[in-house]
């Protein structure tokens, strides 16, 4: 009677080292799933932040960059083109007016009081 009773011990042990072991290879996927998703959105959004020169690919070179359209009309696809080694890289995709400047407010020349 014994030897069934340190079987059954010994099995449940198994059982529960086997079921810690499952549950821990989850728990660790997931964790490096969302870690994944969390470093590689902090990537994108730091490497996009306005005022930081130094980002920017074409910044101390003579450079141009260029703007593809593409299909939907919205978003262009730019490249750069580097003139010192004849290259061209591609960049991102934005929107297609993010460059060009703001039109102004159309004023009226004379203030009209209803006449």
Request: aromatic letters at 6%; a positive charge; charged letters at 30%.
């Amino acid at each position: 009677m014994a030897s069934v009773e340190t079987r059954r011990d010994f099995r449940r042990s198994q059982e529960t080292l086997a079921k810690f072991r499952h549950v821990a290879i989850v728990s660790l996927f997931f964790v490096a799933v969302v870690g994944s998703g969390l470093f590689l959105g902090a990537v994108i959004v730091m490497s996009t932040l306005p005022g930081d020169e130094a980002n920017e690919p074409t910044a101390g070179r003579r450079t141009a960059r260029i703007a593809c359209s593409l299909p939907d009309g919205k978003l262009c696809h730019y490249m750069i083109f580097d003139n010192k080694t004849a290259t061209a890289v591609e960049d991102r995709v934005g929107r297609c007016d993010e460059d060009k400047p703001k039109r102004k407010k159309e004023r009226p020349a004379a203030v009209s009081w209803g006449k």
